[in-house]
């Protein structure tokens, strides 16, 4: 396809003005004197140019997008509409006064959000999963700061995903990683082995990523509690229990959620999205300012926070995010269970119907994602999952995520969130059951493969090493 630079053809899309403004309050060498160099093309050609480009891309809207963890539902599309209303387009410096609706929303939301987590507190401004946990993490660490008590260490299983490590870091913490037992679940002898008066907490994520429920997190509370250590929980995976069960019932004292995941923003490529982070009455204290309070007359944005971490973001947070999430909690109201139900349902059927095909290392009931292995079509055949992943995209099916978790080798992470119907359930399993006969009858077809996409395999190591992100006529 021609970038639009070599579309340009002189033709003039737009008509300017002759009248020109005074600009003499610029400085003469702030002005620009040479060509701006913008390509010429009529509206129409314009609108081509992007609507073409759109179409290169796979997204959700296109077709079945089972990106394990990253939990790729439907975004229904009135949400939108919504986050767009021009009420709330308000500027974040408007007095709390003028504010009132905004507020208002993002109070309720908090309380929503309270309830469906079992949490006391909650702040909205983290705009990540990731900026979450750090956030989670500081709290922690002020906390211990504040009652005097020297914690440098957080325990992190090996099944983490790799921004909890990260963000514990961040926050000045040390890592202990643990192993995961043979039932893809923290080990309770290898957790107590690293137990010593010196942790300040454990970062875990339940179900894990793997998709297996901890069946031994109230155990594994009871155990850090006692020594005085906390729990943080990685709510990335929040999608398979709402309505069943919540964190603070599972023992943990921190919890971030990501709303673009579990309660739809379109997502991936960066954002925007939401990490907030709900607390226990014991650490409120320490939470970022912002917070969103009612005095019983009006809301306000609350910054007398006694030993707060201070501000995590400008402002307080992606507000179009929040609206989404908001309207998407009033539209399933006591429904979001059957959210969690269908995401798990869906997740079990898949598991079912491919772990005949594909090794399954942990062959435990899954909830909302489980995760397959390729070892045996690598070292049977000599197709890999990366090569199986790129196949799928010849079959209009986003890839998995792959290679993550980072304890099953050639790791191949399915999640189909309760979107889906049993119809693209059904072409997906018969779409890698065809990919793991050609691994054995035709393996030089999948090893070539995307054959159909606008870009077919790139040179990852040359991208990576060598980027050349620059446009340059006639290449
Ligand atoms: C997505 C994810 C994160 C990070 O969240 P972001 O919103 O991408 O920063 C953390 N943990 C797990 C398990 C995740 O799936």
């Known amino acids: 396809m021609k970038t639009i630079f070599e579309k340009s053809n002189g033709t003039n899309g737009i008509t300017l003005t002759e009248n020109t403004e005074s600009i003499d309050f610029l400085s003469s060498n702030l002005l620009r004197n040479n ?24 997204c959700i809207e296109k077709g079945f997008y089972p990106l394990g963890s990253c939990t790729m539902k ?5 949400n939108e509409l919504l986050a767009g209303l021009e009420d709330f387009n308000i500027h974040p410096n408007v007095p709390d006064e003028k504010a009132q609706g905004a507020l208002k929303l993002m109070y309720k939301l908090q309380d929503a959000l309270l309830k469906i987590t079992g949490m006391d507190a909650l702040t909205l401004s983290p705009s990540a999963g990731a900026h979450g946990e750090m956030t989670g993490m500081m709290i922690i660490r002020k906390h211990f700061d504040t009652i005097g008590e020297k914690r440098t260490k957080v325990i992190i299983p090996d099944s983490a995903h ?21 039932k893809g679940q923290v080990d309770i002898q290898a957790l107590k082995e690293v137990l010593t008066p010196d942790v300040a907490a454990i970062m875990m994520t339940n179900p894990n990523t793997l998709g297996i429920f901890e069946e031994n997190v109230k155990e594994i509370s009871e155990l850090m509690h006692s020594n005085g250590s906390l729990l943080y929980y990685d709510g990335a995976n929040f999608n398979a229990i709402m309505g069943y069960t919540n964190p603070k019932l599972m023992g943990f004292d921190v919890v971030h959620l990501n709303l ?30 912002p917070t969103i309070d009612f ?46 139900e269908d995401a798990v349902l869906n997740a079990n059927y898949l598991k079912e119907k491919l772990k005949g095909h594909y090794e399954l290392p942990y062959n435990e009931p899954c909830m909302h994602e489980f995760v397959l292995t390729g070892e045996k079509q690598k070292h049977e055949n000599g197709v890999s999952t990366l090569n199986i992943a790129k196949a799928l995209m010849d079959s209009n099916t ?17 999640e189909p969130t309760e979107s889906e119907s049993k119809e693209v359930l059904d072409d997906f399993v ?35 090493r060598h980027p050349d992100l620059n446009f340059k006529e006639g290449i």
């Open 295 to 340: 005095d019983g007359k009006k809301y306000y944005r609350n910054y007398d926070i006694k030993h707060s971490i201070g501000n995590v973001k400008d402002f307080f947070g992606n507000f179009s995010v929040l609206v989404k999430a908001y309207a998407y909690i009033l539209m399933n109201g006591k429904n979001l269970k059957h959210v969690s």
């Open 260 to 289: 673009h995941k579990t309660f739809s923003t379109p997502h991936g490529g960066g954002g925007p999205g939401a990490g907030v982070v709900a607390v226990t009455e014991q650490l409120k204290e320490y939470l970022p300012t």
């Open 74 to 78: 439907y975004n229904p599309k009135v």
């Open 35 to 58: 060509k701006v160099g913008l390509p010429q093309v009529s509206e129409l050609e314009a609108m081509r140019h992007y609507k073409e480009l759109s179409d290169l891309n796979f």
């Open 162 to 182: 790799g921004t909890n490590p990260a963000s514990a870091k961040m926050a000045g913490f040390d890592i202990v990683s643990i192993k995961s037992n043979d």
């Open 430 to 464: 018969s779409t890698m059951i065809k990919i793991a006969d050609e691994c054995k009858n035709n393996p030089e077809n999948v090893l070539s493969a995307p054959h159909t996409t606008p870009v077919r395999k790139i040179d990852e190591v040359t991208a990576a």
């Open 398 to 414: 986003h890839p998995p995520t792959v290679y993550f978790p980072l304890i099953v080798h050639e790791a191949i992470m399915i």
